[in-house]
C-alpha cells in the first residue's frame, strides 16, 4: 500500500506564473488536508476536502489559492500569480475518516515551492 | 485560539545523552497530541500519537507524555545517535474541529557524535 505521494518534489517557478501542485491520497482514503510550512515555521493548515467537496478552506487564503479533490485523479492545490512570499513547502496528508472518528493523518513528503 | 510552542528551538548535544524535547499548548481541549520527525528537505515522520485520554506512549528509545490539564507534552530521547539529528514537531489536533492539527514551530535536535 503506497503511502500519500506528491508531485513534483521541487518546483520553482518565476514571479506571475502558476504552480500546481499534485497529491495522491492512500488507498482507501477519500479525505486530504493540504499544509504549508514557510522558512523556520510550523505547518499551517490550509484547506481539508473530500471527493469533489471542500469541506473547509479557512487557512487558505482568498485570493490567488484554490483547491479541488475531483472524483477521480490527485487532488491538486493552485497557486496563480505566484509571489516570493508564496515560497514554501507544501505538505498534503490523507485520512480514512474525516470527521468523526479515530482516524490519523498521514502525510506526503511535501512539494517544495521556490519562486524566483 | 489553540497555540503550540515549542522550546529549546534548536538543542545540540553529545551522542549517548538522554534529553528531552518540550511541547506547550494554550487550550487543553485537544482530541490528541502528536510527534513527528522531519528530516531536512523531506517529509513527516510519525513518531507517536496520544490520545486525549492517555499519559504517554512508547516506541522504542522514545517516551511522549501529555499533561492537559497543565497544556504540556514532552517527548523523551533516551541513548541519543546521530541518526536521531533532525527537528522534530509536535501537532495537536482541535477536539471543536477535530480534523485540523495545530503545529509548533519545531526543535531542531543535533546529535554530536
Known amino acids: 500500500n503506497a503511502g500519500v505521494m506528491q508531485n513534483p518534489r521541487h518546483l520553482v517557478r518565476r514571479r506571475g506564473q502558476e504552480a500546481r501542485l499534485r497529491c495522491s491520497p492512500m488507498k482507501g482514503h477519500s479525505h486530504v488536508y493540504w499544509y504549508r510550512q514557510l522558512p523556520e515555521e510550523g505547518l499551517k493548515f490550509m484547506v481539508y476536502l473530500q471527493k469533489e467537496n471542500i469541506i473547509d478552506e479557512s487557512g487558505m487564503p482568498k485570493e490567488r489559492f484554490s483547491a479541488e479533490f475531483p472524483k477521480e485523479g490527485p487532488s491538486i492545490l493552485r497557486i496563480q500569480q505566484v509571489v516570493r512570499g508564496d515560497s514554501a513547502a507544501y505538505f498534503c496528508?490523507?485520512?480514512?475518516?474525516?470527521?468523526?472518528?479515530?482516524?490519523?493523518?498521514?502525510f506526503g513528503p511535501g512539494t517544495r515551492l521556490t519562486v524566483l | 485560539k489553540q497555540e503550540v510552542t515549542q522550546i529549546p528551538a534548536a538543542l545540540s548535544v553529545p551522542e549517548g545523552e538522554n534529553l528531552v524535547l518540550n511541547c506547550s499548548f494554550t487550550?487543553?481541549?485537544?482530541?490528541?497530541l502528536q510527534w513527528f520527525r522531519q528530516d531536512p528537505g523531506k517529509g513527516l515522520t510519525s513518531l507517536l500519537l496520544i490520545q486525549s485520554s492517555q499519559r504517554e506512549q512508547t516506541s522504542g528509545r522514545l517516551n511522549a507524555s501529555l499533561d492537559k490539564s497543565s497544556g504540556r507534552s514532552t517527548l523523551y530521547i533516551a541513548a541519543s545517535q546521530p541518526g536521531d539529528s533532525a527537528t522534530y514537531l509536535c501537532?495537536?489536533?482541535?477536539?471543536?474541529?477535530?480534523?485540523?492539527?495545530?503545529w509548533g514551530a519545531g526543535t531542531k535536535l543535533i546529535i554530536k557524535p
Open positions: 496528508a490523507s485520512s480514512p475518516i474525516g470527521l468523526a472518528g479515530d482516524s490519523e493523518q498521514f
Open positions: 487550550d487543553s481541549a485537544i482530541y490528541n
Open positions: 501537532a495537536v489536533r482541535l477536539r471543536d474541529s477535530n480534523y485540523q492539527l495545530i
